[in-house]
């Protein structure tokens, strides 16, 4: 690999590492920009989390190079970790310890005298809105709560680069919401963000650039847009007013547009791929007069859930826990 551009905070090349017969992560070639969000997406055991404790120097890799911040995380491990921190899928916080009591251990190993740990404490209980929370035990937190608490920790000493491995899963949507501005509050001050996640809308929401995984390799990189845009059609969405009705769509639709008809997980939802407005406006004229009541459709730009199926053939849905996951 080359020395990574000025404007590189994490950069790979054929980056591999195994697992027994198992190769989680199958030469990955990465790209991110300082300051920004890259959005690393894919389903359980595509390899996300792998890489991140790769590049968080808590695994070594076993083929390709990495670099973060120019150091490379084999050679200048220690280099690397004095600059990032890593918040992972579990708490990492002492749950039998207050939010408060957490906070000025952590600030207090890092070197702040006892003093300056308390001020640094309440002011991050204060920033990620946990101060009236901050003498509760963090096992008696939501799990919203210890979310934010577990990224709080993160930034005691504030980042360069921010390694986040699917910080919103199993939350609620407040509480994920509630992350998400956490994490544009940090790529505002400053730090990159390399975000991992299953969630096609939080890495529309928050990424500036993402790299979709699917076993172990990157199978396409690009903005959200470029990414929809590489499907290379539109998506037609059809609901129907008859669940019973939905085959015989099926069948019709898949006659006159000439594609795969997907079935949504709602009964009288249907969804085709197709850029001919006029070949769909003909074609849900026909549904019609057929005696198929549509009762709603729609011809627009893919869903980033759209793209992961026309890359993979398969949903963006979480798979089984595999060896990565669990490493």
Do not use: C
Not at 31 to 52: D, E, H, S
Not at 146 to 163: C, E, Q, Y
Not at 186 to 195: H, R
Request: glycine share 10%; net charge negative; no cysteine.
């Amino acid at each position: 690999m080359n020395d990574p551009g000025p404007n590189l905070a994490v950069e790979t090349s054929g980056l591999v590492k195994h697992f027994g017969e198992t190769r989680a992560v199958d030469g990955v070639d990465l790209a991110v920009r300082t300051g920004t969000v890259f959005g690393v997406l894919g389903p359980n055991g595509a390899g996300k989390t792998t890489t991140v404790r790769m590049l968080a120097t808590l695994l070594q890799p076993d083929a390709g190079e990495a670099r973060v911040l120019g150091h490379d995380v084999v050679r200048e491990a220690d280099a690397v970790r004095s600059r990032v921190s890593l918040t992972g899928q579990f708490a990492s916080v002492d749950e039998d310890l207050t939010g408060l009591e957490n906070l000025i251990l952590l600030t207090r190993l890092l070197g702040y005298s006892r003093e300056s740990s308390r001020a640094r404490a309440t002011e991050l209980l204060e920033a990620f809105g946990l101060t009236d929370a901050a003498g509760r035990q963090v096992k008696k937190y939501s799990g919203g709560m210890r979310r934010r608490m577990d990224i709080a920790a993160s930034i005691v000493a504030t980042p360069d680069v921010l390694f986040l491995d699917e910080p919103t899963t199993g939350l609620d949507p407040r509480s994920r919401n509630q992350v998400w501005d956490i994490v544009r509050v940090l790529v505002a001050g400053g730090t990159t963000v390399l975000l991992t996640t299953q969630y096609l809308d939080e890495a529309d929401e928050l990424a500036d650039r993402i790299a979709v995984i699917d076993h172990g390799k990157v199978i396409a990189e690009g903005t959200s847009g470029e990414l929809k845009a590489s499907v290379g059609s539109g998506t037609v969405h059809i609901r129907l007013a008859d669940a019973g009705q939905r085959p015989d769509a099926e069948q019709l639709l898949s006659q006159r547009l000439g594609v795969q008809i997907y079935l949504e997980h709602d009964p009288v939802a249907l969804t085709a791929q197709s850029g001919d407005a006029a070949l769909v406006s003909r074609t849900i004229t026909e549904l019609t007069t057929s005696g198929i009541a549509v009762t709603e459709f729609s011809l627009g730009q893919p869903s980033l859930d759209e793209v992961f199926l026309a890359l993979t053939g398969h949903p963006a849905e979480a798979d089984d826990e595999t060896t990565e996951d669990a490493a």
